[in-house]
């Protein structure tokens, strides 16, 4: 029944599977001709196969993605040592940890408490408005995650909008905007933060997110907020005139309710100076880089399951998002045979060879790809196999120009991050509405475009007083912690020059 179904499902897509076949396999004759090995035209070729999926096939990504990772081990491209090794376990369990100390606020009403509090402010307009749910989830993304986010900045659209009897999709196109450009603000707010930082060599820290990306993202955000107030001027004048009409006949914005909150927000604010605070305590207790930060999380949902045993499988089994991770898992490891099979190291000599090390000219080409990627594949695809590349490249700026490029590139298209996926399903579900993908593109672009020149000229500004890779590493050891090189895990590794990288093309 099951198969049939699928079938059924694989056959409305009509010509996809050929299309997708027929690309993969000139992107592989392509690679072929260009004297890419047998292993490299494999890898090249399957990651290209699951990126066009997630495009084509949005409900099949799973599916395909072990069939990918079944391939690959089939043709001994990737062996099961090196699978484990790239999976990226550390990123999984701290996303599970997140996940369930979420669920655990959820349902103490955290979050409940933030919506009664903007609908109890006095004298809302809509520009008040509008401005409460952009900062509202872009914080809420700094320290919860943007899939969080949006779901409860959403939430309180709706009522307000169903109170006011007006059209919700302006508003949640302009929230899921600050929700995208508000996630780069921190390592929790988006997983290619924590990806990113886990993968820069060495590892980024929570302090080194606010020191370089959080204040372009306020940047950003400020002028997000411009560009959105402009665009729907109509609809929050609109918005600012039924607030008005309800305001004299001393209505407000829906039912006040009291609700505890205290708790919960004791163990969010304890999580986040933990979390905050991870890199003093790796050093006092001469950890690996990222240890707590890892950890943290993990202890965390541990104590609240036992706290709330009796709720404790249904955390595990609802709250954490078991289908996005399992993706992620074999994505990572698909990803992971573009370095081993030496693939990303030529496309870092080509980068080389073409720029040499002028930032100037990487940092905006580095934007630019991480954007345009972003807004039409999942930005973690992007990410995990641009990483390796940006790192072969061994400049800090690079980092924070994948990072800024992937979260800002998301507001491109209404398929361009997660979050836009889940806002977009709340309100079909709701209102069995949908917004035009032309209609979100004309606003996208020019959000992303304004964003993207934002994080340039950050990162510019920033990049003479950004630490180099040699100075970070060097910083790493001097206290005594663990190092992860880029040759592995050799603490005596000296850093080369990306004119030094070998060259992996077959003589």
């Known amino acids: 029944m099951a198969s049939a179904e699928a079938r059924r499902g694989i056959l409305r897509h009509g010509g996809r599977p050929l299309i997708t076949l027929a690309v993969s396999g000139l992107v592989g004759l392509l690679a072929h001709s260009l004297g890419l090995d047998r292993s490299q035209v494999i890898s090249v070729t399957i990651f290209l196969v699951i990126i066009m999926s997630t495009l084509l096939f949005w409900q099949f990504r799973l599916a395909i993605a072990f069939v990918g990772i079944g391939a690959l081990m089939g043709t001994n491209v990737l062996t099961l040592p090196t699978f484990i090794e790239e999976c990226q376990l550390d990123v999984i369990l701290f996303l599970v940890g997140m996940m369930v100390t979420v669920g655990v606020l959820k349902e103490l009403g955290l979050f409940t408490w933030i919506i009664q509090s903007v609908i109890a402010i006095k004298g809302m307009t809509g520009k008040r408005f509008v401005a409460i749910i952009v900062f509202l989830g872009a914080f809420m993304a700094c320290v919860v995650d943007e899939v969080t986010s949006i779901v409860f900045v ?143 999380p993990l202890v965390i949902a541990g104590l609240l399951m036992m706290w709330r045993h009796e709720r404790s499988r249904h955390y595990i089994e609802a709250d954490v998002e078991w289908w996005t991770l399992l993706f992620f898992m074999m994505l990572f490891a698909v990803a992971g045979t573009l370095e081993h099979t030496h693939v990303t190291s030529r496309i870092a000599d080509s980068f080389h060879a073409a720029f040499g090390g002028r930032s100037f000219i990487l940092i905006p080409l580095i934007l630019t790809l991480s954007a345009i990627g972003s807004a039409f ?121 990306p004119k030094q990288i070998p060259s992996t093309k077959p003589k």
């Open 154 to 296: 959403a939430t309180l659209i709706f009522q307000v909008c169903d109170t006011l009897k007006i059209r919700p999709m302006p508003f949640i196109i302009i929230a899921v905007m600050g929700t995208n450009v508000g996630s780069a603000g921190t390592m929790l707010g988006n997983p290619v933060g924590i990806l990113i930082g886990q993968n820069a060599e060495p590892p980024l820290s929570f302090v080194d997110f606010l020191q370089w990306s959080f204040p372009v993202m306020l940047v950003g955000l400020a002028a997000t907020l411009g560009i959105l107030t402009w665009w729907f001027r109509e609809d929050i004048r609109l918005l600012s005139e039924r607030l008005e009409a309800r305001r004299e006949l001393g209505l407000g914005l829906g039912p006040l309710i009291q609700v505890p909150y205290k708790r919960s927000l004791a163990i969010l604010v304890g999580m986040i100076a933990l979390i905050g605070s991870h890199h003093f305590l790796e050093r006092t207790l001469n950890l690996a880089p990222n240890t707590v930060l890892i950890v943290a």
């Open 377 to 497: 594949v999942d930005n973690i695809v992007f990410v995990a196999a641009f990483m390796p590349v940006v790192n072969k490249l061994q400049q800090t700026p690079l980092i924070w120009a994948l990072l800024l490029g992937t979260c800002f590139g998301g507001n491109i298209t209404m398929i361009g991050s997660t979050a836009n996926i889940v806002a977009l399903g709340m309100l079909e579900k709701r209102y069995r509405a949908s917004i035009r993908f032309l209609d979100w593109l004309k606003v996208g672009i020019v959000v992303g475009l304004v964003t993207g020149l934002i994080a340039w000229a950050g990162v510019a500004i920033l990049a003479p007083y950004m630490p180099t890779v040699e100075q970070r590493l060097q910083n790493v050891r001097m206290h005594g912690q663990p190092a992860t090189t880029p040759e592995g895990e050799n603490p005596n590794f000296e850093m080369r020059n």
